[in-house]
């Protein structure tokens, strides 16, 4: 056996930002130098950030990548690092025209690649293979497909690597990491957060370091960008599937682990190859799809290190499920303000339960000095919305000011005759008026409260309260709100919401004695119905055959079909289910089909 | 030779009406057989509508696709068209479970698909080969791949089918219908309008039929979809490559076609088969990829009709580029308003050029009597603003009616302190709150007014101006505006708009004298930089290369890239260039990458 202090690079890196990326990636690799890890490995794209969407089609970007990867390389050798490898993802492209298929333009087709760097030098380079198409994954439209598997010679142990994708899929470079051999499987991913997703995580990495007949370590980006939320979560697994290493989720961590690997000695024989050389490949078929990996292998230095006594490996604890959703909703809101250069934020407060879990979130994300709130009481309003609203205020210490819309509301009116609905938006679209005045004026982001209930049925106005740049609870369905809400209350400290706020019935006060149950069925009875409708997909037959009431199903799928067009002109926010109201579900505005049929 | 009588249909199908969609098949079968046709052709996905993004990815939408097939053949054979053989696109599924490579649901994978109805059933299916997944198309994401090359024959002629983008790409079924023998083959297609591409069309057609060595019949949808228009252009060639019928574009057309086709002594010989029956096919490689395509035979008749007289091919006469531009932007607004139900439209006319040619497609879209206008002159508008907007109402006979905004925007003003940029977008704010009030209240589709270059810039106000469902010039530059709108006014009858609003300079009267060049450089120089950067991709290197002004290429490209999120706001409209700002444009938000760095 030989040891090997490994060190994962659970890192932010933000989209188009090489050289901040860059920066940081010198930054922790000292980090890791600092503590006398043998080889750090960074997320998926790490050098371009992750999605980076069309960015990826324009040849501009991705010499940028190159040469970014190129400077990185001989920058960590010119400061003293040269000599620690480091596996990286960027972006890379085929030599050739872009021939596979698609009638694309000119110039090497895009490669979600990875890289080793060492001795001031990219040293091997290789790309993803299995490229995901599906939900929030668009990767066919932007990447050629790697075929190869390379190995480096590190310390006596044999390291593979393969990314993100090809360890969910069957096939491909994975597959045949157990009949190249390897001591160590390294993956660099961008595997965004969804709620549930880390127990899947963990059983499938154990799964595949059985099969791959070795250890395997899983490092994912954190961060969030635009509506993905990367949590973290990486980790280690022996040969044998069972856990060495976690880091904490939704926070950056450098995760140094000392392994204990199947040396040379113990692995087939290769042939003798002078350090630092490669060895041309032999093609290889994967024995569960059809195409043919290409094992690539390079030393870097063949003798193990001296024996060592390792660290305690850390294994962080476990979240519960709703501290999980809460530190990803502030992660969310954190980076977006931050990433898009944002100092503040702005947001109507009604003392109703969405507006005050938002400014809550907002508070703990970027600081309650950093939220301003506005209070824009009218004429149905009633008395403890204010008063919830300001006590909410008092509670975190928010910058807050009132400003009654009724006058307004009357200047309209006097030019503009308006009944029903109409007469209700327009209150709400005044509202979202003065906080845009607002935001234009001292450059806060504004934030929409609305929750993924109203935002499914359409129970929102359009430049009303949707109107701002990001939407902090667009994905937790109203049930969940109130159990956030109350899991923040139950945290350590003062409960920062009013109580009132969770405990009245809801309404949008838009008319005298409104209430929400006037136009929606109960919340404990719409959500479950929203859930299997627009996360699991559920068909009409389907959905009554699982127990919801035929005519709410009939009613409900109609609001859900028709607020279609009202949801494309929503801000963006943070997804943590399956179908959040975004990239992952792609509808046709015009379109007769409607499930409630 | 056999004689053959083919008619195109060239028909507008709705996305998701199958009830709708199906008696549109069953009538237009109906009118070709009253023309002696013996074989009719659909376009792609004509049953389903096209696209239909991810309602494909819906069982129960799949389902409803496969029993709409089956329930629209008896149909026909019912009412006594199951004599001529139909062949029509329609959304099918794979036997067995999603296991192409994408970690999806059970269940088969949809296939983009064709159908050959006759004698009340469907007697042949096959499916697309090809499925792209670049620009605006993402088929990898919907669909498993077809690998088949159904051939029927037909009064002894042998007709192969193949769809869309099987035509534009190298390989798949189209490359072995040569091999095969064919005597014609006809493409379902749903290929989207964009300017110029009839050239490209009609010579790759002539290619492709030179290659397979069969005469072609390539027919295509005709219809707005969200975006997307789709222009017909259906059209015929021979073996040769020879323009034999063209269908008139953007309206929807029979094209009936007599052709001579090589009968069977002429083609390589076959086994004897019994009238009706499938021959198990022959595997055969595709010359020019690494697929395989199995040539599936059916024979429906294998005499050739008795001679008859041929009437006359049409060829309709080629529109010029601003005709071809205009048509495509009324129909693309006229489908809009009626596929999703609205009545009418409303829109706010500022005397200025951009408001007036919406005006004017909208009248021609839909009738002048259908289109509600407001005029909201501010403090700031100016005594010809308010005159040629009316002059316009005039000429077209529109329903208008004068908001004046001071008093609103007062009330604003007296509960908040606004400068500069807030105090402008504040106007346009009251306008579009205005126009979204009496749409609620009357039920009129918003149009907004905005164009190409404005958008690309930012020159316009997220929920003020940009606040609309619909943007029917969202696509055309600044200075195609004006070209469009001499060119209307050129056409028979009194011209449309009038003169000042041409010849005048563009402002957005939002403080006293605003000038565009007081933000934005002369459009002619503006317009072929925003071409170069958006519809062409090009970095900031190749533009200064293409000799645009290296400060202005910085400056623009700042504004473009940080315009992004209020274009993600921004609403649907008509697409005409190869980079709308819609779905064929993906960028994060969230993004530090400038090409103006």
């Not at 029903?420 to 806060?444: C, D, F, I, P």
């Not at 309404?507 to 136009?519: H, I, K, M, V």
């Not at 919340?523 to 037959?541: A, Q």
């Amino acid at each position: 056996m030989a040891q090997l202090r490994i060190a994962l690079a659970q890192t932010n890196p933000v989209v188009g930002d090489f050289t901040g990326n860059a920066d940081k990636l010198v930054e922790w690799t000292r980090r890791a130098a600092e503590r006398d890890a043998h080889l750090v490995v960074f997320p998926e794209l790490f050098l371009t950030g992750y999605p980076a969407e069309d960015l990826v089609l324009r040849s501009s970007f991705v010499e940028a990548s190159r040469s970014a990867l190129t400077a990185v390389a001989a920058r960590l050798a010119a400061e003293g690092l040269g000599g620690l490898p480091v596996v990286v993802g960027y972006l890379d492209r085929t030599d050739g025209d872009r021939t596979d298929g698609d009638r694309a333009d000119g110039g090497g087709k895009p490669l979600n690649a990875a890289a080793v760097l060492h001795g001031g030098e990219a040293v091997m380079r290789s790309a993803k293979h299995h490229l995901p198409n599906y939900g929030v994954f668009d990767e066919h439209r932007y990447f050629a497909r790697g075929n190869r598997l390379p190995i480096f010679r590190l310390h006596g142990v044999d390291v593979a690597i393969a990314i993100c994708e090809d360890l969910w899929q069957e096939g491909g470079p994975v597959s045949v990491v157990a009949e190249a051999g390897a001591g160590l499987l390294v993956v660099p991913n961008g595997s965004p957060y969804e709620t549930d997703k880390d127990d899947v995580r963990l059983e499938l990495c154990a799964r595949r370091a059985r099969e791959a007949g070795c250890a395997l370590a899983y490092v994912n980006m954190v961060g969030g960008q635009d509506e993905l939320i990367f949590d973290g979560d990486s980790l280690i697994v022996d040969a044998r599937g069972e856990l060495v290493a976690r880091a904490r989720r939704f926070e950056e961590e450098l995760l140094v682990t000392d392994l204990d690997l199947p040396a040379l000695p113990e692995l087939p024989a290769l042939p003798a190859l002078p350090e630092g050389a490669a060895e041309p490949g032999d093609p290889r078929m994967g024995p569960r799809d059809d195409s043919e990996i290409t094992v690539e292998r390079l030393v870097l230095s063949a003798a193990p290190v001296e024996p060592y006594r390792p660290e305690p490996p850390l294994i962080a604890e476990r979240l519960d499920d709703l501290a999980e959703i809460y530190q990803a909703l502030v992660l969310g809101l954190r980076d977006y303000v931050a990433k898009n250069g944002f100092r503040s934020v702005i947001l109507g407060l009604s003392g109703g339960i969405d507006s005050a879990l938002t400014a809550t979130i907002a508070a703990d994300a970027i600081g309650p000095s950093r939220i301003h709130v506005v209070l824009m009481p009218s004429r149905y309003s009633s008395d403890h919305s204010l008063a919830d609203a300001e006590e909410l205020v008092r509670r975190q210490g928010l910058n807050a000011r009132v400003i009654p819309i009724a006058d307004i509301v009357t200047a309209f009116e006097k030019e503009i005759d308006l009944s029903g609905l109409a007469a209700e938006n327009l209150q709400a679209r005044v509202r979202g008026m003065l906080l845009m005045s607002l935001s234009n004026e001292h450059g806060h982001l504004v934030l929409t409260t609305g929750n993924k209930s109203e935002l499914a049925v359409g129970y929102s106005t359009l430049y009303g309260d949707s109107a701002g740049g990001y939407a902090p609870i667009k994905d937790v369905l109203k049930s969940l709100v109130w159990k956030l809400a109350e899991w923040r209350n139950a945290q350590p400290g003062d409960p920062p919401i009013p109580e009132n706020s969770i405990t009245k019935e809801p309404s949008a006060e838009l008319r005298p004695d409104q209430r929400d149950t006037d136009s929606l069925p109960a919340y404990d009875v719409l959500d479950p119905l929203l859930r299997d409708y627009v996360e699991r997909d559920m068909g009409r037959d389907e959905l009554v055959a699982a127990g919801h009431d035929p005519e709410l199903v009939a009613r409900i799928l109609r609001l859900v079909d028709l607020a279609e067009y009202k949801r494309r002109q929503y801000p963006p926010g943070p997804k943590i289910t399956s179908k959040n109201f975004g990239r992952d579900r792609r509808l046709p505005i015009t379109n007769r089909w409607r499930e409630s049929r």
